[in-house]
């Protein structure tokens, strides 16, 4: 966060160029390719670890660098969460997918510097109507936020529009979803993670103001159950509490006069 020149009290979200926004559009594009090769791929049989190295073979033979590789000493390209896990599962060649699974591949990339950073749901076949409707609802909750990344709102105006998107989708499918606790999305340039940190819920109105070219990283996290989740002993899955399901949608987006861009399709 900065503060701009003139405004000494009014914090805002890191603005960035029209041109380094076109730069971050291209590390955004090649995550986008990755995440569809990967989904393409994703048939009853293949391991998540073969889909991580598809994902990374997109990203390198683009001359782009994967983010999650090596972050925080994190072992692959991609974090592959299926069924009860929420976010940051690590591929293995021991865990093949089965028809009916419900699949989140959060992915990112790095190119000429510059971060993209994506994540999308999807099944591997047909999904049963409640897992179908839970990752509607997710994506449904970050369509809700991107349309809040607008100039003059605030950050918390952003997390209070990802909250009412649940709300509504709850109405929509007649049931109830737990918003992840303590997990939500970021700032994002030329580092993957950078402040603020975007809650998935809360009050409008807080937080440093969004301008034109501010960037956040909008990724709400819904569960079929508990908001509660567990990290497990590998200190990177995280999992439902209760073993309910869970789904991650993501974007990377920037605010602009004539609306918001979204810079990872």
Not at 99 to 121: K, R
Not at 145 to 167: F, K, Y
Request: glycine share 12%; charged share 20%.
């Amino acid at each position: 966060m900065i503060t701009l020149p003139g405004m000494r009290t009014r914090k805002v979200v890191e603005p960035r160029t029209p041109g380094e926004l076109d730069a971050m559009a291209v590390a955004g594009a090649l995550v986008a390719a990755a995440l569809q090769a990967v989904r393409t791929a994703s048939v009853p049989g293949v391991s998540t670890l073969e889909l991580d190295k598809i994902a990374e073979s997109v990203i390198r033979d683009a001359g782009g660098t994967p983010s999650f590789l090596g972050y925080h000493g994190f072992p692959a390209s991609i974090c592959s969460s299926v069924n009860d896990r929420v976010v940051h599962g690590i591929p293995a060649a021991t865990e093949t997918l089965a028809a009916g699974d419900l699949v989140s591949i959060d992915c990112g990339a790095i190119v000429d510097g510059w971060h993209g950073d994506s994540a999308i749901t999807f099944g591997v076949g047909d999904l049963i109507q409640i897992d179908e409707a839970l990752s509607e609802a997710t994506k449904e909750s970050m369509e809700a936020g991107i349309a809040a990344m607008v100039p003059g709102n605030r950050l918390t105006d952003v997390s209070h529009a990802i909250e009412t998107g649940t709300r509504a989708a709850e109405k929509r499918h007649g049931r109830k979803f737990g918003i992840v606790a303590g997990y939500g999305g970021h700032g994002i340039g030329r580092r993957m993670h950078m402040d603020p940190f975007l809650p998935n819920e809360g009050q409008p109105g807080r937080g440093p103001y969004l301008v034109a070219g501010s960037v956040l990283a909008i990724e709400p996290m819904l569960t079929l159950g508990t908001s509660n989740t567990v990290v497990l002993a590998d200190d990177w899955t995280v999992v439902t509490a209760d073993g309910s399901r869970a789904a991650h949608w993501e974007h990377t987006v920037a605010v602009t006069d004539a609306g918001p861009r979204v810079l990872t399709c």
